[in-house]
Structures are given as structure tokens and as C-alpha cells.
Nanobody, 119 residues
Framework: QVQLVESGGGLVRPGGSLRLSCAAS????????MGWYRQAPGKERELVAR???????NYADSLEDRFTISRDSAKSTVALQMNSLKPEDTAVYYC?????????????WGQGTQVTVAS
């Protein structure tokens, strides 16, 4: 069994910064792609950023280079540094992991952490 646990969400003013962290635990053989998705009220879940085991990254076009994803593959952790936050960044942010256990390869999700950008 694999668990992804996020931390770091909260309330921040426009222009501020937050750092989200996610740790994967359990019977992990290899964490392949890890990343972050978000879902705003009334909208579908969307990709924010992903990073491969080799460190290759891709981001949503709308982010305008404000966010940076990183990972520590040895610890199966992934982080998202969010700068110059805007009210439209308000959403529940979900950690994602394409993880191979000792039995199979599956997609895993965290429980989500709320990010609210408001003055």
C-alpha cells in the first residue's frame, strides 16, 4: 500500500508565496513521475506540474514560470514552490505519484491540501 501525504497549504495574500510538500510512503520500489494537480470549485482537476524520475519537468502553460517543482527521488518526496500567487490559484492541490510497488505500477493521489489566495 502506498500513501501520499501533502503539507504546506494555507491562506496567503496575492503576491505571496507558499511551498507545498508531498511524501510518498509504503512498499515503493520506484517513484516514476510525481507531480501536482489542482481543482478549483466548479472546475475540473488540472495539471500544475510534473517531474520525472530523471528530473524532466513540465508545467501548465498558465503558470507563467511562477511555480517550480522539485523532488528528492531517494526519499520519494516532491515539492512545489509557488511564487507571485494570484486569487485564481485558489484550489485544492493534490499530489500525484506514478509509483511502482513490488507488485505493480499504479497511480496514487494524496488527500489534497487547500490553497487560498485572498486579501
Amino acid at each position: 500500500q502506498v500513501q501520499l501525504v501533502e503539507s504546506g497549504g494555507g491562506l496567503v495574500r496575492p503576491g505571496g508565496s507558499l511551498r507545498l510538500s508531498c511524501a510518498a510512503s509504503g512498499s515503493i520500489f520506484r517513484a516514476n513521475v510525481m507531480g501536482w494537480y489542482r481543482q478549483a470549485p466548479g472546475k475540473e482537476r488540472e495539471l500544475v506540474a510534473r517531474i520525472s524520475s530523471a528530473g524532466a519537468t513540465n508545467y501548465a502553460d498558465s503558470l507563467e514560470d511562477r511555480f517550480t517543482i522539485s523532488r528528492d527521488s531517494a526519499k520519494s518526496t516532491v515539492a512545489l514552490q509557488m511564487n507571485s500567487l494570484k486569487p485564481e490559484d485558489t484550489a485544492v492541490y493534490y499530489c500525484y505519484g506514478d509509483i511502482t510497488t513490488f507488485r505493480r505500477r499504479d497511480d496514487y493521489w494524496g488527500q489534497g491540501t487547500q490553497v487560498t489566495v485572498a486579501s
